[in-house]
Structure formats: C-alpha cells, structure tokens
C-alpha cells in the first residue's frame, strides 16, 4: 500500500475510532452536553470523564510522540507557533463557547450526529458552516484591504 493511500486508511479509521467513542460517551447528544454546562442548575459531571481520559491521554502521548523526528506519515509535525493570547483567540472562544453551549454541539459531535438524520443537527451543521465560509470571507476581504492599504502607502 502507497503512503497516500496508508494515510487516507489512517484517516477513515481515526474518523471511525472518534465518532464512535463520541457516541459512546454521550458527546452526540446535546442534553447531555448542555447538563454538563448547566453548572448552576442540573449540572451533569460525567462528561468530566471523557475530558479528563483525553486530556491525560494527549498529555502522555504528546511527549513520546514528538520525540520522532516527524510523524510516521508524513514529513514533518504541523504544530502550531503562535503562543500569545490575543483578541482574535478570546473572541473565537468566547463566540464558539457559546454556540456550544446553546446548540450543545462542537463540530466534532455535530458531524457525527449528522447520521441521526436529526433536522436540528443538519441545520447546526449547515450554520457552522456558514460561520466558517463567513469568516473566510471577511478574513479574505480584510486581506485585500490591507495589502490595498500598504500599496498606497508605497
């Protein structure tokens, strides 16, 4: 088996292996998720345990694994560089915050729980990408005015 053909194998299984551990855990199903942001009210704790196990697992893993040289299948990490908190960050947060806790899907659990056939799901979904196509518009339309700016300044 080709390298392009391993990482697209590894991909679909990954895929398989989250959505299933989604669903397992209970991360499809927005009451749950909901009742564990519910901290006032009907505060459900049992998704601690699926934060907690990936948490610690990432934290364990991560060492051993970027003592490779570059993952198995590919040439190098992709890992992030920017290290400052900055407005963008905390806006990004704040907004996806709350459109977890309204909706009581993340974008994980949303696509997951696309095959319920849930209408509500779909919608979600179909506005999470819309905020996404959204942003990379005005990012791509701040850009222009940017490099229209310094252009006139030369």
């Known amino acids: 088996m080709n390298t392009s053909a391993m990482r697209l194998w590894v991909v679909f299984v990954s895929g398989v292996l989250f959505s299933v551990g989604l669903g397992l855990s209970g991360m499809t199903q927005p009451v749950k998720v909901k009742g564990f942001l519910d901290f006032f009210g009907?505060?459900?704790?049992?998704?601690?345990?699926?934060?907690?196990?990936?948490?610690?697992?990432?934290?364990?893993?991560?060492?051993?694994?970027?003592?490779?040289p570059a993952p198995i299948l590919e040439e190098k990490f992709s890992l992030p560089t920017k290290k400052e908190v900055d407005r963008p960050l905390v806006l990004g947060a704040v907004l996806f915050g709350m459109?977890?806790?309204?909706?009581?899907?993340?974008?994980?659990?949303?696509?997951?729980?696309?095959?319920?056939?849930?209408?509500?799901?779909?919608?979600?979904?179909?506005?999470?990408?819309?905020?996404?196509?959204?942003?990379l518009?005005?990012?791509?339309?701040?850009?222009?005015?940017?490099?229209?700016?310094?252009?006139?300044?030369?």
Do not use: H
């Open 42 to 68: 009907s505060f459900d704790p049992t998704l601690l345990a699926v934060i907690g196990s990936a948490t610690g697992l990432n934290v364990i893993l991560f060492r051993f694994i970027l003592r490779r």
């Open 137 to 154: 518009f005005v990012e791509k339309q701040m850009q222009s005015a940017k490099v229209s700016r310094e252009s006139k300044k030369s």
């Open 99 to 135: 459109g977890w806790g309204i909706g009581g899907f993340c974008p994980g659990p949303a696509l997951t729980s696309l095959a319920s056939g849930t209408w509500t799901v779909l919608i979600f979904v179909i506005a999470m990408a819309a905020g996404s196509l959204g942003y």
